[in-house]
């Protein structure tokens, strides 16, 4: 007889599946024809073996009984549909969608602090200020070295950059 999957082996397959689907669309972008110490396709590749690591890992470990809700607790019905736990993960989910359809043509800079921003916002920071500069800070830090330093290229977008 068969055990049955717990929780986190079956976010581990999916994990895992996603992950194989990215490396193989890794393994397809071209290289440049000059040598280069860190071509485009190594950080897709890094991050595709990662995840299936990751994915191994989660399957391997066992969720504790204190884990696994068997119903949502008062205080979670009593908040609002958009901050419930499920509708968190369906809205971030969407946000990456809709970031990596609006990369190119608003650019890696304008898409990267919207949604840096965007979801810090959503998650609770109310220092509107602080979020924003940290934001634009951080994505212009690995803009410049991803574009100046590793000769990565990444859309301008609207941005005259």
Do not use: C
């Not at 996603?18 to 190594?42: E, G, H, K, M, N």
């Amino acid at each position: 007889m068969m055990k049955q999957l717990n929780v986190n082996q079956i976010l581990a397959l999916i994990i895992a599946l996603f992950s194989i689907a990215y490396l193989v669309v890794a393994f397809q972008i071209p290289t440049f024809p000059l040598p280069r110490p860190i071509d485009s396709d190594l950080f897709p590749k890094v991050l595709g073996f990662t995840l299936l690591g990751l994915a191994g890992l989660l399957f391997l470990e066992k969720p504790k009984t204190q884990d696994i809700p068997d119903t949502p607790g008062p205080e979670a019905l009593a908040q609002p549909l958009l901050l419930r736990p499920w509708s968190r993960v369906v809205i971030t989910s969407l946000a990456i969608a809709a970031y990596a359809l609006l990369m190119v043509p608003v650019g890696f800079v304008v898409a990267s602090t919207v949604l840096a921003f965007g979801l810090a916002w959503y998650y609770g920071y109310r220092r509107h200020g602080v979020n924003l500069a940290t934001s634009i800070g951080v994505v212009l830090a690995l803009y410049l070295t991803m574009t100046r330093i590793m000769d990565v290229y990444l859309p301008t977008g609207i941005l005259p950059i």
